[in-house]
């Protein structure tokens, strides 16, 4: 990999022209045409990646919003003002002091946001509305890649990996949950990862790449500028700069169509891409829209026959319904017998007056009658 050159910040001039100025315009909201900015001072470099991979194309549909990037074994500058509004650093498994100029680079190319005035400064990536979770790690990269998949992250973003080392098992866990897994291509082979080798501005492999064999697609990778040391800029060179490029495009594809799974994703991006050196798939993301739009019309955002099924199928079981519907006529019908009871047995109280009237009457005779006589004992009968 070639030595970065610092570029000693924002501190160029230049007049806005070319895509360059559109793909600014386009990402804040205003007009696509660079005429009305002629003459105001530019203070963002140029970015030949992202015109050769026709980002801003995607742009006005989608800027990675509703997305999660994860760069497990990552460190990075959190306060980077290109990096900061788009940053969560998880250290779980590390704390993020490893080589962060390499990390914050990448990290700018998948999701950088610029800054300054109007954002006019500063370093853009391809999906700048992207969340980007930093899951640093010294010896536990097969954990943290889990870590991420687990955390909800749609796309992974692999280090260079060191020699000898196996994530496959983690790397085929990840897609299992739904993570579309991107690394720098090497010779180490992982069917779960997308492998991305690099070019440069005349489509060339970069020097130090690997066999054709070994790579899936290629992407921009040399003379890149990113986010550097001292919240500036830097150019770098490498394989695993033109994997975060693909990083920040399948987190475009996904943000656009989410109901497409990461194999499709994947697949877009590779079927989707220009004819690169020998052959091999150069990443565009105009083709490779045009393959994810053509994947997702037979594949509605709701499962219609899941939906059907749950209209369909009721939430409570029927012997529940007919148990609940039962009890209620039961409590319905004491509650009309209650009341009919009580409605008929005596409404105004008659005949308790009467009663208690009858009792009176009952105690007056009682004491107006004679006491009854009794007979001596001892007296003799008369005889008849």
Not at 59 to 84: F, K, M, N, R, Y
Not at 251 to 260: C, F, V, Y
């Amino acid at each position: 990999m070639r030595e970065p050159v610092v570029l000693g910040g924002i501190s160029r001039h230049r007049e806005h022209t070319g895509t360059v100025a559109v793909a600014a315009t386009v990402l804040f909201g205003l007009a696509a045409a660079p005429a009305a900015a002629d003459g105001v001072p530019d203070f963002r470099p140029e970015q030949w990646g992202l015109q050769a991979v026709n980002a801003q194309e995607l742009w006005p549909e989608t800027q990675g919003q509703g997305i999660t990037v994860a760069l497990p074994g990552a460190s990075v500058h959190a306060d980077h003002p290109d990096l900061v509004d788009n940053l969560t650093i998880d250290e779980e498994l590390g704390s993020n002091d490893g080589d962060a100029d390499a990390g914050s680079a990448a990290a700018a190319l998948v999701a950088g946001h610029g800054h300054g005035m109007d954002a006019d400064g500063g370093v853009l990536g391809v999906s700048p509305d992207s969340v980007l979770l930093v899951i640093p790690t010294e010896d536990r990269l097969a954990a943290a890649v889990r870590h991420a998949a687990d955390s909800g992250a749609q796309v992974i973003l692999l280090p260079e990996i060191p020699e000898g080392s196996d994530l496959t098992g983690a790397t085929r866990d990840a897609v299992a949950a739904g993570a579309l897994v991107v690394g720098p291509a090497d010779n180490q082979a992982d069917p779960n990862v997308l492998a991305v080798g690099g070019v440069d501005e005349e489509s060339e492999l970069i020097s130090g790449s690997p066999d054709a064999g070994a790579i899936e697609l290629v992407a921009p990778g040399a003379d890149l500028e990113t986010a550097g040391p001292d919240m500036g800029q830097v150019q770098v060179t490498g394989t695993e700069y033109a994997a975060a490029m693909t990083a920040g495009a399948a987190a475009l594809l996904r943000s656009a169509h989410p109901q497409l799974r990461p194999e499709e994703i994947r697949a877009a991006l590779v079927e989707g891409g220009q004819e690169g050196p020998g052959g091999l798939p150069s990443l565009h993301l105009t083709g490779a829209e045009a393959q994810a739009s053509g994947a997702a019309q037979d594949v509605p955002l709701i499962d219609e026959e899941l939906a059907e099924q749950a209209q369909e199928r009721p939430s409570v079981p029927v012997w529940v319904w007919f148990a609940m519907v039962g009890l209620v006529l039961a409590l319905g019908i004491a509650l009309i017998v209650v009341w009919v009871r009580r409605s008929s047995a005596d409404p105004y109280g008659v005949k308790a007056e009467r009663a208690l009237e009858d009792a009176e009457i009952a105690a007056q005779r009682a004491a107006e009658a004679p006491p009854a006589s009794r007979r001596k004992k001892g007296g003799r009968r008369r005889r008849n």
